[in-house]
């Protein structure tokens, strides 16, 4: 069997809904699933209705590829599932046929390009990470205390201060003081700490 799915991002676009649902009505999809979201956005209920409507020697049919999935990655392992499951995927767009031999080559080439801009993005981010800490920058939230106000309210604990008086004192959260304490405390000494 032939299903039909249609993902739009906004309710405004009824006419890619109409020539989507054309197309796939032309190439003989019995039952046509619909849905209005964002590729960003993983709550699609009528591709989770698909997905389980769908049986072993069904076609799932798609006017572009890119429906499929909220990226290139994400499109490719819900393939790479329902081709498990024994239901092939067709594009309309590139005559994409996951039941031919010339399909499943071109659909190994994308996973393996997939594959490759995770890495590209993994190795990337590792170099960027290295390049600020380099120039001395860190990532991460700024401390909440500087280190003369982490000094200055660890002498207010010191002094007796309870740990909400000091929070509120400097304005930041019990838990903060908390964590300045504990850490202070596991290191033995009176060296500022980034909290």
Same mark, same amino acid.
């Given at each position: 069997m032939k299903l039909g799915y249609i993902r739009v991002s906004t309710p405004g676009q009824v006419e890619s809904v109409r020539s989507q649902q054309q197309q796939l009505q032309q190439y003989g999809c019995e039952k046509i699933f619909t849905d209005i979201a964002?590729?960003?956005?993983?709550?699609?209920?009528a591709f989770r209705e698909i997905l389980s409507y769908a049986r072993k020697k069904d076609s799932i049919v798609v006017t572009r590829l890119d429906r499929l999935g909220r990226s290139t990655v994400d499109t490719l392992k819900t393939v790479q599932e329902l081709d498990q499951r024994g239901i092939t995927i067709r594009a309309l767009d590139t005559s994409l046929d996951t039941s031919t031999p010339q399909g499943r080559l071109v659909l190994s080439v994308l996973a393996s390009l997939a594959q490759w801009e995770r890495e590209l993005l993994v190795e990337r981010t590792k170099d960027g990470l290295a390049h600020a800490r380099a120039q001395g920058r860190v990532g991460g939230r700024k401390p909440a205390l500087d280190p003369e106000q982490q000094q200055a309210a660890l002498s207010s604990l010191? %002094?007796?201060?309870s740990e909400n008086q000091v929070a509120k004192a400097f304005g930041v959260s019990r838990a903060t003081i908390s964590r300045l304490k504990a850490k202070n405390k596991a290191m033995g000494? %009176?060296?500022?700490?980034?909290?």
């Amino acid at each position: 069997m032939k299903l039909g799915y249609i993902r739009v991002s906004t309710p405004g676009q009824v006419e890619s809904v109409r020539s989507q649902q054309q197309q796939l009505q032309q190439y003989g999809c019995e039952k046509i699933f619909t849905d209005i979201a964002s590729g960003a956005q993983t709550a699609r209920p009528a591709f989770r209705e698909i997905l389980s409507y769908a049986r072993k020697k069904d076609s799932i049919v798609v006017t572009r590829l890119d429906r499929l999935g909220r990226s290139t990655v994400d499109t490719l392992k819900t393939v790479q599932e329902l081709d498990q499951r024994g239901i092939t995927i067709r594009a309309l767009d590139t005559s994409l046929d996951t039941s031919t031999p010339q399909g499943r080559l071109v659909l190994s080439v994308l996973a393996s390009l997939a594959q490759w801009e995770r890495e590209l993005l993994v190795e990337r981010t590792k170099d960027g990470l290295a390049h600020a800490r380099a120039q001395g920058r860190v990532g991460g939230r700024k401390p909440a205390l500087d280190p003369e106000q982490q000094q200055a309210a660890l002498s207010s604990l010191a %002094s007796g201060m309870s740990e909400n008086q000091v929070a509120k004192a400097f304005g930041v959260s019990r838990a903060t003081i908390s964590r300045l304490k504990a850490k202070n405390k596991a290191m033995g000494s %009176s060296q500022t700490i980034d909290y």
